[in-house]
């Protein structure tokens, strides 16, 4: 057990839907990233939050957001979801001492897995 | 493509046999994780390098970086069951903005 915990663990949802994912960090952890795991295109890197504020962004969509709360939380927001947006995502957290910007072990949560139909 | 290579994509090993899978880049790596994956699963950290020439080990499994800091080499020994997995390599680089780069996974099945 990592320590991170993701909401839902399964969601299965509609085309043109909304949705949103949660993840709490491992205690202590200042940094969250938001991953998105498919079969064609691995492991891709959405976007960090440090401490409450957006430090970094990957291959985020535009119809994707996130935001870190002040107890560092954080939720994933998908909107008008597509066929495509189906896969795995993670979140994972690092302490993070250097502001975002330190090379840190990052622990991954259980994913949760989003079916769109 | 990936910005790190893994190789091989995918192994099957007979159970008590030794196998090795490797992670390369083509530039100078600050930090190099090995993670493994159960099908659908999170990913677990194993072990990280970052010196030239560092060696770790954890049970049977035994992780080097290179002296150049652009390859690393992931090896199992006796394999087992508990082994088979999904092994994925991460690394910062210096290009990379303190994101982790990635590999495209080693799946590794173990026959009995």
């Known amino acids: 057990d990592s320590g991170v915990t993701q909401t839902p663990k399964h969601l299965i949802t509609a085309t043109g839907q909304r949705v949103t994912l949660r993840c709490s960090p491992r205690?202590?952890?200042?940094?969250v990233y938001w991953y998105q795991q498919s079969l064609d295109q691995g492991l891709q890197f959405l976007i960090q939050y440090y401490n409450g504020e957006e430090r970094a962004k990957g291959n985020i969509l535009e119809r994707f957001s996130a935001q870190q709360f002040p107890d560092l939380h954080s939720e994933l927001n998908l909107s008008s979801l597509e066929l495509g947006d189906s896969a795995l995502y993670f979140c994972?957290?690092?302490?993070?001492?250097?502001?975002?910007?330190?090379?840190?072990?990052?622990?991954f949560g259980p994913g949760t897995r989003l079916l769109v139909l | 493509s990936q910005e790190l290579e893994q190789s091989p994509q995918s192994l099957i090993v007979q159970e008590g046999k030794n196998l090795t899978i490797n992670c390369t880049s083509s530039k100078t790596l600050y930090g190099l994780y090995w993670y493994k994956q159960k099908y659908g699963e999170g990913l677990i950290f194993l072990m990280m390098l970052q010196k030239g020439g560092e060696e770790k080990s954890h049970e049977k499994i035994t992780a080097k970086l290179d002296e150049k800091k652009q390859q690393s080499s992931l090896h199992i020994t006796a394999s087992q069951p508990s082994h088979a997995g999904i092994y994925l390599c991460?690394?910062?680089?210096?290009?990379?903005?303190?994101?982790?780069?990635w590999g495209a996974g080693t799946k590794l099945i173990i026959k009995p």
């Open positions: 991460g690394a910062y680089r210096r290009d990379s903005n303190y994101q982790l780069i």
């Open positions: 994972a957290s690092s302490v993070d001492t250097l502001g975002g910007r330190a090379r840190e072990t990052q622990y």
């Open positions: 205690s202590g952890d200042l940094s």
